[in-house]
């Protein structure tokens, strides 16, 4: 049985008398241990796919299962603590400004009901697994995007999730601090067998670090398979776009710079 399996899932937006149909018929299977990329361009409907793996958007229609439970089953409560099994890090890092490093990584396990003394030593460790032990004091405002970014890992692996879903989370980054990241969510991975779901437009992001990859257009699925599959023959015109994007970009950063870099 899958992790995350995905059945029929359509979402539709309501208003000024007009509908949306950001996704349509999505069927995908996910599973524990993976990591998997869920790739398209801007305003294909995957960020919307995203929020509804954890429910923060409730399909319209179909089934969003986690571990064999169907989350339309649950109440509020159950609800809540299913979603404490999923992590999530975003673009833009949604760090608490007025907090340093060590207390944002602290908040979500003081909401959990942890102890002051526990949850600090608990967020130590979390630092140090994500590289930045020595950056616990420093405020948001003081650290780079990728140390940002780190604390966001730490903060989101606090409660321990099963899953951790990861929403454009390189995309603010440039190409080495991406690389870095990349690496650090691998290493998660291949540590702490946590199945992770990368939403991205780049496709070098999902060449480094995806085994399978499913391309979203249109709010459609058009295409799944693993990254060697759909790199080496492309089925959809939007692989094939994405493909080529990449390969104009690395050429132009190797035109730029003299050598050849993430892009």
Avoid: W
């Amino acid at each position: 049985m899958s992790e995350i399996e995905i059945r029929n899932l359509t979402k539709r937006f309501e208003g000024n008398g007009q509908t949306v149909e950001a996704l349509r018929d999505i069927d995908l299977s996910i599973e524990k241990g993976d990591i998997f990329g869920i790739i398209g361009m801007s305003g294909a409907g995957k960020s919307t796919l995203v929020r509804c793996i954890n429910y923060l958007e409730k399909p319209t229609q179909g089934k969003v299962l986690i571990d064999g439970v169907d989350l339309e089953d649950l109440n509020e409560k159950q609800l809540r603590k299913k979603r404490s099994e999923i992590g999530m890090i975003f673009q833009s890092f949604y760090l608490l400004e007025q907090k340093n490093a060590l207390d944002n990584v602290c908040f979500p396990l003081e909401i959990a009901g942890m102890k002051k003394k526990q949850a600090r030593e608990k967020a130590r460790k979390l630092l140090e697994t994500v590289g930045i032990g020595d950056k616990e004091k420093a405020y948001p405002s003081q650290l780079s995007g990728g140390q940002k970014q780190r604390v966001a890992i730490a903060r989101a692996l606090a409660t321990e999730p099963k899953i951790l879903l990861c929403d454009e989370a390189t995309s603010a980054l440039d190409p080495q601090t991406t690389k870095a990241i990349l690496s650090l969510l691998k290493e998660i991975n291949e540590k702490y067998g946590i199945t992770i779901v990368i939403i991205t437009h780049q496709m070098s992001v999902v060449s480094q670090i995806c085994k399978k990859v499913a391309i979203i257009d249109n709010g459609a699925l058009v295409e799944e398979g693993t990254v060697d599959e759909i790199f080496r023959s492309p089925q959809s015109d939007a692989a094939r776009d994405l493909i080529f994007e990449r390969k104009v970009r690395y050429i132009r950063n190797f035109e730029k710079n003299g050598e050849p870099a993430v892009v």
